[in-house]
């Protein structure tokens, strides 16, 4: 199982960014994929997660209505299109495998380990 975020970058408070998951070594049919971010200082939160038994999408309470998360089954990829950027979205993004659901958006799975992430900058 091997999953590689992109697209993070560094962009002025309002601006937008897309965020892509390249996924391997696996099939989109179980559990979903999950969008996490550990901001400085903080702990890793999970902040929005799409599932793939029926492509329902969670979103955090700070993100939501803001970011959107959509799958391309075909490519094996998912993305996070994140929109009215803030400053305290600063942090570094991470995708994995997980488990979706209202109360915790997405808990990582007990399978493969986490990849770099991508940073993402916002400026005020």
């Not at 965020?19 to 400085?40: E, M, Q, V």
């Not at 994995?96 to 986490?114: P, Y």
């Amino acid at each position: 199982v091997q999953l590689v975020e992109s697209g993070g970058g560094l962009v002025q408070a309002g601006g937008s960014l897309r965020l892509s998951c390249a996924a391997s070594g696996f099939t989109f049919k179980d559990y979903g994929i999950g969008w996490f971010r550990r901001a400085p200082g903080k702990e890793r939160e999970g902040i929005s997660c799409i599932s793939f038994a029926d492509g329902s999408p969670y979103y955090a309470d700070s993100v939501k209505g803001r970011f959107t998360i959509s799958s391309d089954n075909g490519e094996n990829k998912v993305y996070l299109q994140m929109n009215s950027l803030k400053p305290e979205d600063t942090a570094v993004y991470f995708c994995a495998l997980a488990f979706c659901s209202d109360r915790n958006i997405a808990t990582k799975l007990m399978v493969g380990s986490w990849g770099q992430g991508t940073q993402v900058i916002v400026s005020s």
